[in-house]
Antibody
């Protein structure tokens, strides 16, 4: 059974940093591009970032470019999102999503940026 | 690439045929997916490649379109279909979602 489990969310002050993780199981993690998507409270879905299967190519939304870094450890089947210079508008539930039809999503982890 | 959806919300009854439209600001071939989201839950994939139904998704869901104009059709609305629906273009990075269409009970 495919599972994606996010962790690392929490309450953080503006300007702070946080690292999210997404632990994958039930499929060959190293074969797939992976994505991060977020959703602010009461709002729609927003694309955040993507990483190719071997980690060689990364992509970002303009809203997070130069502040967030996506990475992966294929030996540990884990996807990461390092978030720095956090702002109130980064407050969202963060989901990881598997490519290839986008058929699997994690349950999400809530990041709240507030003082 | 900007994505728009219409309508932003609609009211319908069980058994109704519902059509949601998604439009891309430039051609995206068939690199279009549809998702359903219920409150407090992660999105669920319905359709990819504009018209390919995900495994396990009921056949009353269908997708069509190519280029810039796409539709999601629910042929006979069921109680469990009341939710918000999003389209996603994955033709090029950054990926972009439509703003969503909320389907309410009439």
């Amino acid at each position: 059974e495919v599972q994606l489990v996010e962790s690392g969310g929490g309450l953080i002050q503006p300007g702070g940093s946080l690292r999210l993780s997404c632990s994958a199981s039930g499929f060959t993690f190293s074969a797939y591009t992976m994505h991060w998507v977020r959703q602010a409270p009461g709002k729609g879905l927003e694309y955040v970032s993507s990483i190719s299967s071997n980690g060689g190519d990364t992509y970002y939304a303009d809203s997070v470019k130069d502040r967030f870094t996506i990475s992966r450890d294929n030996s540990k089947n884990t996807l990461f999102l390092q978030m720095t210079s956090l702002r109130a508008e980064d407050t969202s539930v963060y989901y990881c999503m598997k490519d290839d039809g986008f058929d699997y999503w994690g349950q999400g982890t809530l990041v709240t940026v507030a003082s | 690439i900007q994505m728009t959806q219409s309508p932003s919300s609609l009211s319908a009854s069980v058994g109704d045929r519902v059509t949601i439209t998604c439009r891309a600001s430039q051609g995206i071939s068939n690199f279009l997916a549809w998702f359903q989201q219920k409150p407090g839950k992660a999105p669920k994939s319905l359709i990819y490649a504009a018209s390919s139904l995900q495994s396990g998704v009921p056949s009353n869901f269908s997708g069509s379109g190519s280029g810039t104009d796409f539709t999601l059709t629910i042929s006979s609305l069921q109680p469990e279909d009341f939710a918000t629906y999003y389209c996603l273009q994955y033709h090029s990075y950054p990926l972009t979602f439509g703003p969503g269409t909320k389907v309410h009970i009439k």
